[in-house]
C-alpha cells in the first residue's frame, strides 16, 4: 500500500505526491461536492453557509508546482493508494489534536487516532461507525421519519385495492379473503428498517453497547418502531434506500444518516472502495470542529452556563440582521452576554499569520452591528505566543493624521495546543489546563 501523510493548512511540492499520482490526479482541484459524489462522505455535509468550509472548495489546490491544503483532515484513497491529512499540531506518530477535538466535540473514543489501526480500511470503517450516534441523534430531533408505503394484506376486510392476480392465486378455491393492497402512512418504512439493521449490525461488535450508550432513548425509538425487522431483509432493505434516496431539505439530517448507514452496511459485503475503483474516504472540516469545540468551552451548552451566545449557521439557530426589515443575515460565531461591554468573538482555526483582510473587515461589521467595542479571534496555536492586540486606527493618510483610536481594538487570542507529548492521556491533561488559562483572559474581558 502506498500511502502519503500531509497536515492541513500546509503547501508542499508537487513531486511528494508521485507515490501516489493516480489518487492526486482524481482529487486535486476538485471541489467538495464532487468528492462527495464520487463516494467520499464529508463531515459536516451542510456547510454551504460556512465562510471557513464550502461545498465549492477543494481538499488539494495547485498552486504552481506545490499543493496547498486547507482545513480538511481525515483520510482519502483510490485504489492501493491513500493520503492521509492530519492536524498540523500532530506528531511523528500520532494527531493527538485531532483526536481530541473528535472526542470533545462528537464524542468519539478516545481510542481513535490515526496510526491507531494497521490496516487503513479498518481505521476508516471504524471512523464511519463512530459517526453514527452523531447522525442518528441529529435526525431523530425531528422524529422519527413517517412516509406513505403500500402493504399487501390477504383478509376478510377489505380497504385497499383488489389485486386480482394475487387473489386467485392464493384464494383458489375462494375462502373468504380478499387479496388488496393499501397505502399506509407508517413509521416501520424502509429508512427506519434501514436504521434498525445499522443497530444491530453495531450491537455485534465488541464496543457496539458502548457505542451506542448516548443514544440509547433513540436506539429505543427506533426499534419500537420497527416491528416487521428481519435480518435476512437486509440486503432487500438496502436495494430499496439506494432508489428512493431521501431529498426533501427538511429531512437532509436523515439524507445523511441514510448515506451513512448504507456505507456501514455495504463494508460487510466488500470493502470500501474496492471493486469499483472509485475515490472513498472521510473528511472531517477542521473549521467546524475547531468553533464547535470553542463553543463547548465559552458558550452555553450541557456542561456549563458559559458567558457567550452561539449562533450556528449551518442549524440555522440564532441568525442575527444588519438591517432593519430583516435584510442583511448573519451569524457570528460567538456574542457575550454582558452588554457592557458587549464583546465579539471569532473563531478561526487558521494559522496567525493567516487572519487577516476579509477576517478584519467580517469582525468589525459584527462589532459595528452590536455596538462592541472589542472584538477576539479565537484560534489554535503551538508556540504560546501572547495575544496580540491591534488598535483601530483614525483619519487619513491624505492629511497625515493617522493615529490609533483608544477605544475600539481587535485581539487575536490563541488557544495553546501541546507538542512533544507522550501519550494522548498527558495530552489531555495539559489540554485542560491551557484550557483553563485561555478561558481566564476572555471571562476577565466579558
Sequence with gaps: MKCLRIKD??????????????????????????????????????????????????????????????????????????????????????????QYLLERVMDFPSIVNLESDADYDSRLFNFLLFLFPYHLQSAMRKGLFK????????????????????????????????????????????????????????????????????????????????????????????????????????????????????????????????????????LFDGAWLWEEYIGSLISENDKNEGSFYHPKNTKGTGAQR?????????????????????IIADAKYKPLENIGNKDYLQVLAYMFRFDAKTGYYLYPEAAGAASVELWMNRGLTYENNVAPREDIRVIKHGLQIPTGTSSYASFAAEMKENEKAFQKVLIENS
Design 9 to 98: 493548512n500546509r503547501q508542499v511540492k508537487k513531486t511528494d505526491f508521485r507515490e501516489i499520482e493516480n489518487l492526486t490526479e482524481r482529487i486535486a482541484d476538485k471541489t467538495l461536492d464532487r468528492l462527495e459524489q464520487e463516494g467520499v462522505f464529508v463531515f459536516p455535509r451542510h456547510v454551504a453557509d460556512s465562510d471557513d468550509l464550502s461545498g465549492t472548495q477543494t481538499i488539494l489546490q495547485s498552486l504552481n508546482d506545490s499543493f496547498r491544503s486547507g482545513n480538511v483532515m481525515g483520510f482519502i484513497g483510490y485504489g492501493d493508494e491513500r493520503l492521509i491529512i492530519e492536524s498540523r499540531f500532530s506528531n511523528d506518530k500520532e494527531d493527538y489534536f485531532f
Design 147 to 282: 412516509k406513505y408505503i403500500r402493504r399487501r394484506y390477504n383478509d376478510a376486510y377489505v380497504k385497499g385495492t383488489i389485486d386480482v392476480a394475487r387473489h386467485i392465486e392464493k384464494n383458489t378455491p375462494f375462502v373468504g379473503n380478499v387479496a388488496y393492497s393499501q397505502r399506509e402512512f407508517a413509521y416501520d418504512n424502509e429508512l427506519m428498517e434501514l436504521v434498525r439493521h445499522t443497530i444491530e449490525f453495531i450491537k455485534s461488535k465488541p464496543y457496539g453497547s458502548s457505542l451506542l450508550f448516548p443514544v440509547k432513548e433513540e436506539v429505543k425509538l427506533v426499534i419500537d418502531a420497527t416491528a416487521g425487522y428481519e435480518f435476512y431483509d437486509r440486503q432487500k432493505i438496502m436495494e430499496a434506500n439506494k432508489r428512493n434516496a431521501v431529498r426533501h431539505a427538511y429531512f437532509r439530517e436523515y439524507s445523511d444518516l441514510q448515506r451513512l448507514c448504507l456505507l456501514i452496511l455495504q463494508h460487510q459485503k466488500h470493502r470500501i472502495g474496492l471493486g469499483t475503483r472509485r475515490v472513498y474516504g472521510i
Design 322 to 342: 444588519l438591517f432593519h426589515g430583516g435584510v442583511g443575515l448573519i451569524f457570528p460565531d460567538f456574542i457575550s452576554k454582558e452588554k457592557q461591554p458587549r
